[in-house]
C-alpha cells in the first residue's frame, strides 16, 4: 500500500539545526515532493517543494535558513537556524498524476 513516512524532528534550542526526512513508497509517477508545517491555530502552508524537474520553491519565511533536497522517492529538509516561529507539525506531500499523499506529520519544536 502507499506509505509517506517522515522522520527526524525533535525539540532544539534556537539556532540549532534539524534534518527531516520523508520517504514514499508504492506511488506512480510522483511530479513532486515537499514539506509543509502547521503550528497550533494555524493553516498548514508551504514550507518548500521540488519538482521532478528539480524547480524549487521555497517560502520567503524560510529562505537562507532552510533546504530541500530529493533522491527519486525521498525528500529532505535541512533545516538551520532555527527560530521558535518554526515550531510546528511537518508534513510530508507527495504529489502523484491524480492525488496528493501526505505523512503523519513529524513535531519540530524550537525552544527560546
Known amino acids: 500500500q502507499v506509505q509517506v513516512v517522515e522522520s527526524g524532528g525533535g525539540s532544539v534550542q534556537a539556532g540549532g539545526s534539524l534534518r527531516l526526512s520523508c520517504a514514499a513508497s508504492?506511488?506512480?509517477?510522483?511530479?513532486?515532493m515537499g514539506w509543509y508545517r502547521q503550528a497550533p491555530g494555524k493553516q498548514r502552508d508551504l514550507v518548500a517543494s521540488?519538482?521532478?524537474?528539480?524547480t524549487i520553491t521555497i517560502a520567503d519565511s524560510v529562505k537562507g535558513r532552510f533546504t530541500i533536497s530529493r533522491d527519486n522517492a525521498k525528500v529532505y529538509l535541512q533545516m538551520n537556524s532555527l527560530k521558535p516561529e518554526d515550531t510546528a507539525i511537518y508534513y510530508c506531500?507527495?504529489?502523484?498524476?491524480?492525488?496528493?499523499?501526505w505523512g503523519q506529520g513529524t513535531q519540530v519544536t524550537v525552544s527560546s
Open positions: 521540488i519538482d521532478s524537474s528539480g
Open positions: 508504492n506511488i506512480r509517477a510522483i511530479t513532486a
Open positions: 506531500n507527495t504529489r502523484g498524476i491524480f492525488k496528493d499523499y
